[in-house]
């Protein structure tokens, strides 16, 4: 099978040409040809690792560099089985303690387990994304002029922006488990909206085209019959439950409702 994919080449061949071009130290060797025995020096595998290690302290820095009072952080799931990375991180950085549970892989299962038990062992959480809606903004020079779309609103009679984000929540902000964040909307159509959810890795964005920005979720809200322009207001509440965001919008004269869960692992 390993000489089919790769054109019928001898293995030795193979290995030799790999070699000539490998970075020091990552050369490898057939013991066996015959029964297929090859030998990978350990610095291939440590170098690996050590390539993964580094994100992962990046990532710590990061954390502890936004975020108040860490004492410490735990070592938990399928990587602690692999001693070279979790020395690594240890000793970097030094500023904490790294206490390892005696069954670090099993240790997200039973956090998820006892957090579904009693979600009050949490009691807030960071944003990790900003999050908001998408929506037609006033037209402003400064803001959208170099990279907005232009529009002329019939039903407002002005000029709006297409495509800006409506910040809901911003990244990095505090929300406590069973949270309620709650924004008021006009509605441009006299009966149908069209909803539609952005998350996105920067704090403030301008628009939801930006690079970074991604849609989590949409709906459509049905007021069943036209409404004039002064009777379209509507609520958005986002909800943050213990293991969902939700997002419902109400329309304040009907009361015409609409849920939808906000995916932000798409």
């Given at each position: 099978?390993?000489?089919?994919?790769?054109?019928?080449?001898?293995?030795?061949?193979?290995?030799?040409?790999?070699?000539?071009n490998?970075?020091?130290?990552?050369?490898?060797t057939?013991?066996?040809?015959?029964?297929?025995?090859?030998?990978?020096?350990?610095?291939?595998?440590?170098d690996?690792i050590?390539?993964?290690?580094?994100?992962?302290?990046?990532?710590?820095?990061t954390?502890i560099?936004?975020t108040?009072?860490?004492?410490?952080?735990?070592?938990v799931?399928?990587?602690c089985?692999n001693?070279?990375l979790?020395?690594?991180?240890?000793?970097?950085?030094?500023n904490?303690?790294?206490?390892?549970p005696p069954h670090?892989a099993?240790?997200?299962?039973?956090g998820?387990?006892?957090?579904g038990?009693?979600?009050n062992?949490?009691?807030?959480r960071?944003?990790?994304?900003?999050?908001g809606?998408r929506?037609?903004?006033e037209?402003?020079?400064?803001?959208?002029?170099?990279?907005?779309?232009k529009?002329?609103?019939?039903?407002?009679?002005?000029?709006?922006c297409?495509?800006?984000?409506?910040?809901?929540?911003?990244?990095?902000?505090t929300l406590?488990?069973?949270?309620?964040?709650i924004?008021?909307?006009?509605l441009v159509?006299?009966?149908?909206?069209?909803?539609?959810f952005?998350?996105s890795?920067?704090?403030?964005p301008?628009?939801?085209?930006e690079?970074?920005?991604?849609?989590?979720?949409?709906?459509?809200l049905?007021?069943?019959?036209?409404?004039k322009?002064n009777?379209?207001?509507?609520?958005?509440l986002?909800?943050?439950g213990?293991?969902?965001?939700?997002?419902?919008?109400?329309?304040?004269?009907?009361?015409e409702?609409?849920k939808?869960?906000?995916?932000?692992?798409?």
């Open positions: 099978m390993f000489k089919e994919f790769n054109d019928n080449k001898n293995i030795i061949e193979l290995v030799d040409s790999y070699n000539k490998c970075r020091s130290g990552w050369k490898i057939v013991k066996n040809e015959h029964r297929w025995i090859i030998t990978f020096p350990n610095k291939i595998f440590y690996l050590i390539n993964q290690a580094e994100k992962i302290i990046q990532q710590i820095k954390i560099e936004n108040r009072n860490i004492e410490s952080t735990s070592h799931g399928g990587h089985s001693e070279i979790v020395n690594y991180i240890k000793n970097n950085p030094k904490s303690a790294h206490p390892k670090p099993q240790a997200i299962v039973k998820a387990v006892l957090f038990i009693n979600p062992i949490i009691t807030e960071k944003a990790k994304y900003s999050l809606l929506i037609r903004k037209w402003d020079e400064k803001i959208h002029g170099k990279n907005g779309e529009i002329f609103d019939e039903n407002l009679g002005s000029y709006r297409k495509d800006c984000f409506c910040l809901f929540i911003e990244k990095g902000q406590p488990i069973d949270h309620t964040i924004h008021n909307l006009f159509g006299s009966r149908y909206g069209k909803l539609y952005y998350k890795s920067k704090k403030n301008i628009f939801c085209t690079e970074g920005v991604e849609k989590i979720g949409e709906d459509l049905d007021l069943k019959r036209d409404f322009e009777e379209r207001n509507i609520v958005v986002i909800k943050f213990g293991t969902y965001v939700e997002a419902e919008c109400i329309h304040e004269k009907s009361g409702k609409v939808t869960n906000l995916y932000f692992n798409k």
